[in-house]
């Protein structure tokens, strides 16, 4: 009577019609930007937006990036 969900959620994510080298860039691209992600969120304070606020020049970045934002 009831249907598990599982099977349509996961063939959501992983069906695809790209062809086989669109599947490899996207790979590849995922292989590059998830190392490189995965410590900024570990370490924020020195890897993510901690070290803008070090690097900064401006008395108050946090006042900064409201004005900028809007």
Same mark, same amino acid.
């Not at 959501?12 to 992600?37: C, K, M, N, W």
């Given at each position: 009577?009831?249907?598990? /969900?599982?099977?349509?959620?996961?063939?959501? =994510?992983?069906?695809?019609?790209?062809?086989? *080298?669109?599947? &490899?860039?996207?790979?590849?691209?995922?292989?590059?930007?998830?190392?490189?992600?995965? /410590?900024?969120?570990?370490?924020?304070?020195? =890897?993510?937006?901690?070290?803008?606020?070090? *690097?900064?020049? &401006?008395?108050?970045?946090?006042?900064?990036?409201?004005?900028?934002?809007?």
């Amino acid at each position: 009577m009831f249907r598990d /969900p599982a099977p349509a959620v996961e063939t959501r =994510l992983t069906g695809t019609s790209a062809p086989g *080298a669109v599947v &490899l860039i996207r790979l590849y691209v995922g292989d590059v930007f998830l190392p490189e992600g995965v /410590p900024k969120f570990l370490r924020p304070d020195q =890897l993510g937006t901690g070290r803008f606020d070090k *690097a900064s020049t &401006l008395p108050s970045p946090a006042s900064a990036g409201a004005a900028v934002r809007g």
